[in-house]
């Protein structure tokens, strides 16, 4: 492929047409769909599939075997850990067509999935939260949240540095969290992820 400010290994398939951002590296034995738009800056590793019209931010990481089926939306700064999976279809059979009834993910700025975590379709991860390895998403996770398991539960939240949050008092119906690593004061509105930060 002609250099156009990214790179693409010569393993790789890009259908076109689809836009891919200055700096992006794209390697070994990946495939990029028609009508996917990438970012700048991203690393895409090797084996990663791309689905028609999939959305990819700037400065987004993504390991190796990771697979984003149509309908996946990350903003940028998204981390997507070694074959870690995303669905688009809640019911799929091998002999009934449900192009229709595709249902969208969208992965918030900032936010890490874990190896081997598996997103169901149809929900959205907030800003900052930590997906932890192996874990099964069913629902939408809040901002900074922490989830593992299957399904996926809440233990707690990280900060933007990905550090885990120590209580820090309550305000009413609003929690306040202190990060111990980097000092960041972050206050979650009504327990739901909505951050108020210092």
């Known amino acids: 492929m002609a250099n156009t400010g990214y790179f693409v290994h010569e393993s790789s398939i890009v259908d076109q047409p689809c836009e891919i951002g200055e700096g992006t590296k794209n390697w070994h034995f990946s495939h990029i769909s028609a009508g996917c738009g990438i970012g700048a800056n991203c690393t895409i590793g090797q084996n990663v599939f791309f689905g028609r019209g999939v959305t990819i931010g700037n400065n987004v990481k993504i390991q190796n075997n990771v697979s984003l089926y149509t309908g996946v939306t990350c903003e940028d700064h998204v981390f997507l850990g070694p074959s870690c999976v995303f669905t688009n279809v809640l019911n799929p059979r091998s002999f ?3 192009k229709d009834e595709f249902r ?3 992965v918030r700025e900032g936010a890490s999935i874990g190896a081997n975590a598996t997103i169901v379709c149809g929900h959205t991860i ?3 939260a930590l997906v932890g390895a192996g874990a099964v998403v069913t629902k939408d996770v809040p901002d900074y949240a922490l989830v593992v398991g299957n ?3 809440i233990i707690g939240y990280v900060c933007q540095c990905g550090n885990r949050l120590v209580a820090d008092g309550d305000s009413g ?8 690593s980097c000092g960041a004061r972050i206050t979650l509105c009504n327990s739901k992820g909505e951050e108020e930060q210092s």
């Open 96 to 98: 009934i067509e449900r």
């Open 104 to 106: 969208p993910t969208i």
């Open 126 to 128: 907030g800003k900052y």
């Open 151 to 153: 399904p996926a539960r």
């Open 173 to 180: 119906e609003d929690k306040n969290y202190l990060c111990p």
